[in-house]
C-alpha cells in the first residue's frame, strides 16, 4: 500500500476497559458456520481501531428541574448528548410522564455502529434503553415486561425496528452471548445491563442465548425471547425521503426490504450506483455522510454501512470486489469524495472508460481473470478522478500495493 493510499487511522491512544472488550468481540461477531458462494470482500486492508464517532450527535440543554446527573468517566462522552436528546424526543412526544425524572438517568453500557447508538441506562433503579440515528430516537418503555431465559436472571426489554436489543443481565453469567443460524455475537455488559445495536429481526429467526463464549454446553444454550413493541419512537430529525420511484431507487428499496436487520433511517437512504453480479443486484446507498452497500440475492439482503476506518482520506474514498459465481464477472463498486464530478478506468492498454458517479457512489466491470479467486487483489485497473474545475484530483492504480 503506497503512501497515497494509507487509510485515515485514529491517534494511538489508551484503549479503556470496555472497548477492548467490544473489540474482543467483534472476534466473535458475525462469524458463519459456512460461507456463500456470493463474496463481497474488501481488498484493502485497515488497521483494527476502536473509534467513537459522534459528529452526528449534538446536545439538548435541558431544564434545570431535568438536569443530566455526572457523567461516569468510563462511559463514552458523547453519552451525555445521546440522552439528552432520547429525552428531548419524550418531551416532544409528550410521554415524560411515563418516565422517571430526566435528572436521574445515568449512561450504564454504550455501543455504536455507524450512523447508530444504543445506550443502556439506569433511571434510578429502572433500566431504560435508548438507540439514537441519523433522523431518529426510539426509548424502551420503562412499564415493559422484561421476557426472561427460562430458568435464568436474562432478559431482553426492547427491540427495535433496526434490530438494537437492550435487555437485562443474569448476575451468574460471565458474559452474554446470542446465537442464531450458526452466528453468534457477543453483547456488550455492564452492571446489569446488556446490549446489541444489530441483530437480525426476520419472524422465522430464534435467537438463543448463552453465558459464556461459543462452546459452553448446549445445555446452558435457551431461547430468547422477544418482547412486544411498547417503545416510544420519534422521528426528530427528519430528511426528504430517499428516492424509490426510479429505478435504481426501486432496487435499494428491495434490497432494504429484504435485509435483516432493516438498516436504520431505511426510508431516507438515497440510492446511488447499481450492478448486477451473476444472479446478485448490489446497489450503493448513501445517507449524509454515510455510505452503504446493499447486495441482494435470491430473495435474501445484506445492507453494510461503511465504517470510519474502512474510508479514506482521500479523493477515492472505499472500493471493494463483488465476485460471484466462476464465469459470471466481477464488477467493484465504491464512493468518492463529494468534490470528485468525473471518473475514468483503464485496463491494461484498453482506452480509458467513463463511469458515471450517483450521489459518490461507482460500480464498474473489471475482467474476471485480475480476479481469479475472492480474495484476490485486482491489479493493472487504473482510475483517475477529476474535481469541479476538470482538474486530475487523483490518478493511480484502483487497488495499491
Not at 436472571?153 to 451468574?172: E, H, K, L, N, Q
Amino acid at each position: 500500500m503506497t503512501e497515497d493510499w494509507k487509510p485515515y487511522l485514529a491517534k494511538p491512544r489508551t484503549m479503556p476497559p470496555e472497548i477492548r472488550d467490544r473489540v474482543r468481540a467483534k472476534t466473535f461477531d458475525d462469524t458463519p458456520a459456512s460461507h456463500s458462494k456470493l463474496r463481497t470482500q474488501l481488498v484493502v486492508a485497515a488497521a483494527v481501531s476502536a473509534v467513537i464517532a459522534g459528529g452526528w450527535l449534538s446536545s439538548m440543554t435541558a431544564g434545570d428541574s431535568n438536569a443530566p446527573a455526572a457523567r461516569d468517566p468510563e462511559i463514552a462522552p458523547n453519552a451525555a448528548a445521546d440522552i439528552d436528546r432520547c429525552w428531548a424526543a419524550l418531551v416532544s412526544a409528550g410521554k415524560t410522564d411515563r418516565y422517571p425524572p430526566r435528572s436521574t438517568w445515568k449512561a450504564v453500557v454504550t455501543a455504536r455502529e455507524p450512523g447508530k447508538a444504543v445506550i443502556g441506562i439506569r433511571a434510578g433503579a429502572t433500566p431504560v434503553f435508548c438507540e439514537t440515528t441519523v433522523t431518529s430516537v426510539t426509548v424502551s418503555d420503562p412499564a415493559a415486561t422484561p421476557h426472561y431465559v427460562e430458568g435464568t436472571g436474562t432478559a431482553v426489554t426492547v427491540v427495535t425496528g433496526s434490530g438494537s436489543v437492550g435487555g437485562i443481565a443474569d448476575p451468574t453469567w460471565a458474559a452474554v452471548a446470542v446465537e442464531w443460524d450458526n452466528r453468534i455475537k457477543l453483547a456488550d455488559v455492564r452492571e446489569g445491563l446488556w446490549i446489541l445495536p444489530a441483530l437480525p429481526t426476520d419472524a422465522n429467526v430464534t435467537w438463543r442465548a448463552s453465558p459464556s463464549l461459543p462452546g459452553v454446553p448446549r445445555r446452558q444454550v435457551r431461547e430468547l425471547p422477544r418482547p412486544d413493541d411498547s417503545a416510544v419512537s420519534v422521528v426528530d430529525r427528519p430528511l426528504p425521503p430517499g428516492d424509490r420511484a426510479s429505478e435504481r431507487g426501486a432496487r435499494l428499496g428491495q434490497c432494504v426490504d429484504a435485509s435483516s436487520p432493516r438498516p436504520a433511517d431505511a426510508l431516507f437512504w438515497q440510492p446511488g450506483a447499481t450492478a448486477a453480479v451473476g444472479s446478485a443486484q448490489v446497489v450503493t446507498a448513501q445517507l449524509n455522510d454515510f455510505v452503504a452497500v446493499c447486495v441482494s440475492k435470491t430473495g435474501r439482503s445484506t445492507f453494510e454501512v461503511v465504517a470510519g476506518q474502512d474510508l479514506w482520506a482521500q479523493p477515492l474514498r472505499h472500493a471493494r470486489l463483488v465476485k460471484a459465481d466462476p464465469g459470471q464477472g466481477a464488477r467493484v463498486v465504491g464512493f468518492v469524495q463529494p468534490n470528485v464530478t468525473a471518473m475514468t478506468v483503464k485496463v491494461g492498454a484498453a482506452e480509458p472508460v467513463i463511469v458515471p458517479i450517483v450521489e459518490t457512489g461507482f460500480a464498474m466491470e473489471i475482467p474476471e481473470d485480475l480476479a481469479p479467486k475472492p480474495e484476490s487483489v485486482p491489479r493493472g485497473v487504473e482510475v483517475t478522478l477529476f474535481g469541479q474545475d476538470g482538474a486530475v484530483v487523483y490518478a493511480g492504480e484502483l487497488f495499491a500495493e
